[in-house]
């Protein structure tokens, strides 16, 4: 199996807060990787780390055999390295066929159009609203149109920030079967999620950020019925 990411001890700092602390772990091609956590447990600081949007003060981030630590936000997009951004963060203004299009800014016009038939497969409600304006779409629309326009880009690793984050119940289960259907197409993922409970049911593995730590990693089916994990994050 090829290793797609491997991160080895990073170190991030918010000016005095050290908010992570030596973390190393790896996705491979093919799978679905979560890491959960409590609120303010470094989650979501990972994934602006590997996406370029911050930087580590040591270690290095490996994505396709290629040290990115110092590479800019903006070019790991062409390399094949798309987020979602926690809250969702789409064009309010913009039409969600232009949203969409908007993602594919590194790719070559011609394949738009192609591109954009495999997201609206994906996604039939955004096909139904296409011209819609985004600022008009429900919370589990966004949510939808945010993950589609990562995708325009046609990546080979999609890393999601808390996708499941204010919405219904019934979204979220919704926004899950999306993310397995992407997972079956062949779409690599690194997940973020509060939600550990739908995490770890879809997750290959997982890992257990706590205070900027990883403090557990395994299966994601043996962290399900992880004692000290289900008291954690399942309420139990």
């Known amino acids: 199996m090829e290793k ?9 700092y918010y000016g005095a807060i050290h908010a992570i602390k030596g973390i190393s772990f790896e996705v491979n091609e093919g799978e679905i990787v979560t890491l959960i956590g409590a609120n303010g447990a470094g989650k979501s600081t990972t994934l602006n780390t590997v996406s370029g949007l911050l930087r580590s003060k040591t270690g290095s981030i490996h994505f396709l055999g290629e040290d ?17 951004p926690e809250g969702r963060r789409v064009f309010l203004q913009m039409t969600v066929q232009e949203n969409l299009e908007m993602g594919a800014y590194t790719e070559k016009a011609s394949t738009i159009p192609q591109n954009l ?7 039939p409600r955004l096909k ?12 589990g629309e966004q949510q939808m149109l945010a993950m ?12 999601l920030d808390e996708p499941s984050m204010g919405l ?10 999306i993310i397995q259907n992407l997972h079956k197409a062949g779409t690599t993922i690194l997940l973020v999620e509060q ?13 257990v950020l706590e205070t ?10 043996e962290l399900l019925h992880n004692d000290s994990v289900r008291k954690a994050y399942l309420g139990e």
């Open 4 to 12: 797609i990411l491997s991160v080895e001890d990073i170190n991030v």
């Open 117 to 123: 038939e495999l997201v609206y497969e994906q996604f």
């Open 195 to 207: 939600n550990a409970q739908m995490a770890l049911s879809i997750a290959d593995r997982a890992y």
């Open 168 to 177: 219904a119940p019934i979204l979220v289960e919704q926004i899950f079967e």
């Open 212 to 221: 900027g730590k990883i403090s557990l990693s395994g299966p994601a089916s």
């Open 148 to 159: 589609g326009r990562a995708l325009m880009s046609q990546p080979k690793l999609l890393m």
């Open 128 to 139: 139904e609203r296409y011209k819609q304006v985004a600022g008009t779409l429900s919370g």
């Open 68 to 84: 990115i630590g110092k590479v800019p936000a903006h070019k790991l997009v062409e390399k094949g390295l798309s987020q979602v």
